[in-house]
């Protein structure tokens, strides 16, 4: 069964601190992985995407597919990046187009 | 241009009675899905609509739920005698075309209290 694990449900952390928000997927195939994020008040939006291999706000994620893992990082976390985090993963094995999403990591950052 | 709007943005509803949840899409959307979100969890697929076509109700928990987009643009999500564990924040998503991976965007939810 296709499957997200996000294992923190909060993560706190101080300004200027890194911070690495976990993520791991069970797939047969190949996998399409993503990472939304709510802020507060704020519907939910797409941060990045693995294929884009881009780096939003600071953001970095990089699929490992040996350890299915597609943690999200940051080097110095800003009070701004509080938020609720989602991975999500898609792909033709999860039906056509649909996303199946983790639990969600609640991200404080404290100043 | 304007984002996925959803109406209404809070429903509560006695137990046993009908709902209806309205999604806009971002017009020239083909793609559109609903999502379900209990407290606590991420959201969970319910349905998937391209143009008209409903292709992928796999995730609707149960009969008492329907969802409709007769024309290709605005959708409807109906809930026929409502449980108390229908109590959720219901999300509707558009993406552009037709491709998996096409960024999804979603509206700002249906929070539904059943009483």
């Known amino acids: 069964a296709q499957r997200v694990t996000q294992p923190e449900k909060l993560l706190s952390v101080f300004k200027g601190a890194p911070v690495e928000l976990k993520c791991n997927y069970s797939?047969?195939?190949?996998?399409?992985l993503f990472w939304y994020v709510q802020y507060s008040r704020q519907r939910l939006q797409l941060l990045l995407r693995?294929?884009s291999r881009e780096s939003i706000k600071g953001f970095t994620a990089d699929l490992n597919k040996g350890e299915t893992s597609f943690h999200l990082k940051k080097p110095f976390a800003q009070e701004e990046d509080s938020a609720m985090y989602y991975c999500a993963l898609g792909g033709r094995n999860t039906g056509f187009q649909k996303l199946v999403f983790g639990t969600g990591t609640r991200l404080l950052v404290s100043p | 241009g304007a984002g996925v709007s959803q109406s209404p943005r809070y429903k509560v509803a006695k137990r046993g009675q009908d709902v209806a949840l309205r999604c806009d899409p971002i017009?020239?959307?083909?793609?559109l899905f609903w999502y379900q979100q209990a407290l606590g969890q991420g959201p969970e697929f319910l349905t998937y609509f391209q143009n008209e076509a409903q292709l992928d109700k796999s995730g609707l928990p149960s009969d008492r739920f329907f969802a409709e987009r007769p024309e290709g643009s605005v959708s409807t999500l109906k809930i026929q005698r409502t449980q108390q564990e229908d109590s959720a924040v219901y999300l509707c998503?558009?993406?552009?075309?037709?491709?998996?991976?096409?960024?999804?965007?979603f509206g700002p939810g249906t929070r539904l209290l059943v009483l």
């Open positions: 017009s020239g959307h083909v793609s």
């Open positions: 998503a558009s993406s552009f075309g037709l491709a998996g991976g096409e960024t999804q965007y």
């Open positions: 797939y047969s195939g190949s996998p399409e």
């Open positions: 693995h294929i």
